[in-house]
C-alpha cells in the first residue's frame, strides 16, 4: 500500500479471531460515564472564548482592553485583543494541565483509570467555584490552575478507558464518544455564553461557574464505574478483571481476549520504568507518531485558536457582541455534527482516510481565509456584511473538516498504539504535549494575530500540509484491531520495520544468564 499503508489488515494477529462480544447495557453505561470526561475539557474551550470577549469581564479584570475596544484606537484591527495578561488567562490551565499528566500518569497506572477519572473531577469543580467567585486576577489564574489539573487526569484516564472498554470492531466509535461529549461542551458552553452576556455586571460569573455541572456529573458518575479489565489485570487483580471482562462483553467466552490481556501484563510487569522505555528503539513508532507527532499536529490545525478566541476573532472581523456569539454556536454546532459523522464512519473506512481527505479541505480553507483577509480586511476598515459572513461560512466548513478527522482521532489514533506496559506513560505524553501545544497557541494566536495579520491563516495551512503528508507515510491502519496486537502493524510497516525487527534482533542474540 502506498505511503504508510499496512496492506494485510489483521493477517499477522495472533488470537483476534477468537475474540467474542455482545454490546451489553453494562458496557453502554460504562463508556457513557466516563466519555463525561469529555464535556469538562469541551466546556472550557466554549466557555473561556466568549468570556474574554464580554464587556463585563473585561471591565472588572482588564480595563485597558475594554478602553481599547471601545475607544478604536489607531491600529489594525488584527491588534484589537493583544494582551498577554488576558491570554495567560486562558492559557494557564493548559500549563497546569501539562504539568498534572505526570502526576495522572502514576495514578492512572497504579490505582486505576477510574481514579483518575475521580481525581479530575474534584479538581475541575473546585476550579469552577473559585473563578466564579473571583475578585481578582489572582482567584482566576489559582481557579484556572484548578481547572488545568482536572483537565490533565481527565484526558490522561478517559481516551484510555474507552479505547479499554471498547471490541475492537467498535473501538473507533467509543473511543469518539470523548470526542463528542467534548464539542457538546464547547456547544452548549457557547449557548450559556450567548445568554450571559446579556445578563449584566455578573453573567460571566454564571458562565465560569456553571463548570461545576459536569464535574458533578463525571465524579457521581465515576462512583459507579467499573474499572477496565486491563488496568485490573495491570494490578494483579485477576479474578476481579476476568469477571468484569465477562460482564462488558456480555459473554463468558473471553478466555482468548483474556489471554492477550495477561500476556501484555506480563510484559509490562517487567517494564520498571515506562518513561525510560517509551525511548527505546522498538517503541519509536509510538513515541514518534502517538506521544509527539500525531497531539502536537492536533493543536498545530489552528482549530483551538478558532475554539478559544472565536468571539473575538468574529469581534475582530467587524461582528458585534451578540453576532460573534451565534457565529461561534454555529461553529460548535458544526463540531457536533462532524463528531457524528466520524463517529459512525471512522471504523468502515479507516483513520488513515479521515486523516488525508479533511486534511486536504482544511489546507483549502485555510488558505481561502488568508486570501479574502489579504484583500478585504485593512486597518480600521469596516469588513462588508457578505465578506464577514463568506468568512463564516468558510470557518464552519473547516470545523466540519477538523471535527471529523483531526479532532476525534487525535485523541483515538494515539490511545490505540500504545502496548500496556507503556500505556500510561504513553498517554501522559500525549495529554502533556497536546496541552503543552495548546497553551503555547492559546498564549501566542492574539499576538500572533496582530503581527502576522492574515499571514497566521498561512502559517496554518502550511503546518497542515506538513502533517498530512506525516500521516501518510508514516501511520499504518489501526481500525479493527485489537488493541493489545497493534504492536504487530509496525513489522508490516515500509518504514517503521527496520526499527522493530532491528530491536528483536537484538533480543535474539542476547546471551542467556
Known amino acids: 500500500m502506498a505511503g504508510g499503508g499496512f496492506g494485510n489488515e489483521g493477517g499477522n494477529l495472533k488470537r483476534a479471531h477468537l475474540y467474542e462480544y455482545k454490546i451489553t ?34 471591565k472588572e479584570f482588564f480595563p485597558k482592553i475594554y478602553r481599547r475596544k471601545q475607544a478604536h484606537l489607531h491600529e489594525t484591527d488584527y491588534c484589537k485583543y493583544d494582551n498577554q495578561l488576558l491570554t495567560l488567562f486562558t492559557s494557564s490551565l493548559y500549563f497546569a494541565g501539562l504539568v498534572s499528566t505526570f502526576g495522572a500518569s502514576y495514578v492512572t497506572r497504579n490505582k486505576g483509570r477510574r481514579a483518575s477519572i475521580l481525581v479530575g473531577a474534584v479538581s475541575f469543580f473546585l476550579g469552577g467555584a473559585i473563578n466564579a467567585g ?32 471498547a471490541p475492537a470492531k467498535h473501538r473507533g466509535a467509543v473511543n469518539q464518544l470523548f470526542q463528542f461529549t467534548t464539542c457538546m461542551g464547547i456547544l452548549i458552553a457557547n449557548l450559556i455564553n450567548y445568554k450571559t452576556d446579556k445578563i449584566h455586571k455578573w453573567g460571566w460569573r454564571l458562565s465560569l461557574g456553571l463548570a461545576t455541572v ?23 487483580r485477576l479474578e476481579e478483571a476476568k469477571r468484569v471482562l465477562v460482564k462488558v462483553r456480555g459473554t463468558p467466552n473471553v478466555d482468548a481476549e483474556f489471554a492477550d490481556l495477561i500476556e501484555a501484563s506480563d510484559a509490562a510487569r517487567a517494564i520498571k520504568h515506562p518513561f525510560r522505555n517509551l525511548l527505546q528503539r522498538k517503541n519509536r513508532p509510538q513515541l514518534v507518531l502517538g506521544a509527539l ?23 475582530t472581523l467587524g461582528f458585534g457582541s451578540g453576532a460573534s456569539l451565534i457565529s461561534s454556536v454555529l461553529t460548535s454546532g458544526m463540531l457536533v ?9 471512522v471504523d468502515r473506512f479507516g483513520r488513515r482516510a479521515f486523516f488525508l481527505e479533511a486534511g486536504f479541505e482544511m489546507f483549502c480553507y485555510m488558505i481561502a481565509v488568508a486570501i479574502t483577509l489579504a484583500f478585504k480586511f485593512g486597518e ?5 456584511k457578505a465578506i464577514g459572513w463568506f468568512l463564516v461560512v468558510i470557518i464552519c466548513l473547516f470545523v466540519f473538516a477538523y471535527g471529523r478527522s483531526w479532532g476525534p482521532l487525535g485523541w483515538l489514533v494515539p490511545s490505540e498504539l500504545f502496548p500496556l506496559e507503556t500505556r500510561s506513560a504513553g498517554q501522559s505524553m500525549v495529554v502533556c504535549v497536546n496541552l503543552l501545544f495548546t497553551a503555547l497557541i492559546a498564549q501566542c494566536f492574539l499576538v500572533s494575530l496582530c503581527h502576522l495579520k492574515y499571514g497566521i491563516f498561512l502559517l496554518f495551512a502550511g503546518l497542515i500540509f506538513i502533517m498530512s ?45
Not at 473571583?134 to 483537565?151: E, K, S, Y
Not at 456529573?217 to 485490573?232: H, I, Q, R, Y
Open 25 to 58: 447495557n453494562y458496557f453502554i453505561f460504562a463508556c457513557l460515564v466516563a466519555a463525561t470526561g469529555g464535556s469538562l475539557f469541551g466546556y472550557d474551550l466554549g466557555v473561556s472564548g466568549g468570556v474574554t470577549s464580554m464587556d463585563d469581564f473585561l
Open 134 to 165: 473571583a475578585v481578582n486576577i489572582t482567584m482566576l489564574i489559582i481557579g484556572r490552575i484548578l481547572l488545568g489539573a482536572g483537565i490533565g487526569f481527565g484526558n490522561q484516564a478517559v481516551p484510555l478507558y474507552l479505547s479499554e472498554m
Open 214 to 236: 459536569p464535574a458533578t456529573l463525571m465524579f457521581v458518575g465515576g462512583l459507579a464505574l467499573p474499572e477496565t479489565p486491563n488496568s485490573l489485570v495491570e494490578q494483579g
Open 293 to 315: 507527532g500525531i497531539p502536537a499536529f492536533q493543536q498545530l490545525t489552528g482549530m483551538n485558536s478558532i475554539l478559544f478566541y472565536a468571539p473575538i476573532l468574529f469581534q
Open 337 to 345: 455534527l462532524a463528531t457524528l459523522v466520524s463517529m459512525a464512519l
Open 380 to 384: 480600521g476598515e469596516t469588513l462588508p
Open 469 to 513: 503528508s506525516f500521516i501518510f507515510f508514516l501511520l499504518p491502519e489501526t481500525k479493527r484491531v485489537p488493541i493489545e496486537e497493534v504492536y504487530l502493524l509496525w513489522k508490516d510497516h515500509w518504514f517503521w520495520k527496520k526499527y522493530v525487527e532491528d530491536d528483536d534482533e537484538k533480543d535474539i542474540k542476547k546471551p542467556t544468564t
